[in-house]
């Protein structure tokens, strides 16, 4: 595979360390580079980590020709509830580093590149239930602006340049390797490590606030599954909705008390709230499971026994 390597961007986040575990497990971890601001929790994560700033350009490039590097999975970005305290940086870092890693694919020095958007496309206009594919979308959230705007951005690569670029519209990832990153979804992973440690939880969203979930390993598999897909079936060059289970913190509160019965949640709603409001309840992915077979395993029950299953060991 030495002409045949994948960089990862933002390898040391919720998705990258995940990711880059399984990819390293598929390729071998000396065909995948690993490379983020920060470096992995773990020391020795990974065989292969650089510090790589995905809008330095220049440095960007050479490291790709350097490498052999023929495919980059970016996750750089800043989240949804970060983006809301720092617009303009939220901005530069979510464009800018897509038009980077397109302008490579473009100029023919990567064949591929994986992109995740967001639920945080859709807004206060679109239909709450069963969200459809192709609908209104005027989010309200800055980071569902750089969403939609990258989503339109991919489209464009390809139709124009045939920029082979595939991507997601990833819901909120519940996963146990790492704490989440700023989004509006971050108390479904919280409220797991509180819950453990015996202590109440304070919960920033409504009780009855339902949005779209996924556990992290089918996040995984939708991510590998649409990066090895023929060509020819990836018909959304947008970006795939895509659904497992939608929940809300009282239902998730209610499975953690199976495990912790005396567990407790207090809501207390904060400027979290308007984007979670913003959001669809659940999503129709009825594309993605014609055109690449997408189907998620993890329902609500079963995803909290595995955070604890693995949490405690
Ligand atoms: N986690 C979710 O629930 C979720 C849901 C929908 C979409 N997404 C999308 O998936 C992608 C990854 O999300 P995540 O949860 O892993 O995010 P994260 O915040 O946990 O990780 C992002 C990583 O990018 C790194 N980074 C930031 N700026 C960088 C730069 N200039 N150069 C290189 N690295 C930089 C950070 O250090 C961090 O490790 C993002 O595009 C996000 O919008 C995530």
């Known amino acids: 595979m030495k002409n045949n390597k994948i960089l990862v961007i933002g390898s040391s986040g919720q998705i990258g360390t995940d990711l880059c575990l399984s990819l390293e497990r598929i390729y071998g971890a ?12 773990e020391k020795n ?10 809008l330095d350009n220049k440095i960007l490039t050479r490291k790709v020709k350097e490498e ?20 303009l940086i ?6 800018n580093s897509l038009i980077n890693v397109l302008e490579l694919a473009r100029k023919k020095i990567i064949k591929k590149v994986f992109w995740p958007s967001s639920i945080a496309v859709f807004g206060p206009d679109s239909p ?6 192709n609908t209104i979308l005027n989010p309200s959230s800055i980071y569902g602006i750089t969403k939609l705007a990258g989503e339109k951005l991919c489209k464009y690569y390809y139709d124009k340049f045939d920029v082979d670029v595939r991507s997601l519209r990833l819901p909120g990832l519940i996963g146990w390797r790492s704490l989440a990153g700023g989004g509006t979804t971050d108390y479904a992973v919280e409220i797991f490590y509180y819950a ?4 109440d939880y304070t919960c920033f969203l409504s009780k009855e606030t339902i949005l779209p979930m996924m556990y992290m390993d089918d996040a995984i598999e939708a991510i590998l599954k649409i990066m090895t897909t023929k060509k020819e ?13 939608s929940f809300t913190p009282k239902e998730l509160e209610k499975q953690i008390k199976i ?35 997408w189907k998620a395993k993890f329902s609500l029950e079963k995803l909290t026994s595995e955070m604890f299953k693995n949490l405690s060991n």
Request: glycine residues 0%; proline residues 6%; neutral net charge.
């Open 68 to 87: 052999n590097i023929s495919e980059i999975y970016l996750l750089a970005a800043s989240l949804s509830a970060l983006a809301e305290k720092n617009v």
């Open 259 to 293: 495990y912790f019965p005396n567990f407790n949640v207090k809501f207390k709603p904060d400027y979290r709230q308007k984007i979670a409001d913003s959001w669809p309840d659940s999503i129709d992915d009825q594309e993605a499971k014609v055109d690449w077979g």
């Open 45 to 54: 994560q990974h065989k292969n980590f650089i510090k790589l700033d995905v």
């Open 128 to 133: 709450k239930l069963n969200t459809p594919q």
């Open 233 to 245: 079936n990836i018909k959304i060059r947008t970006s795939y909705n895509i659904s497992a289970v």
């Open 196 to 199: 453990l440690k015996n202590n």
């Open 90 to 95: 939220s901005w530069e870092l979510n464009m």
């Open 30 to 41: 000396e065909n995948i580079i690993c490379s983020d601001l920060n470096p992995p929790k």
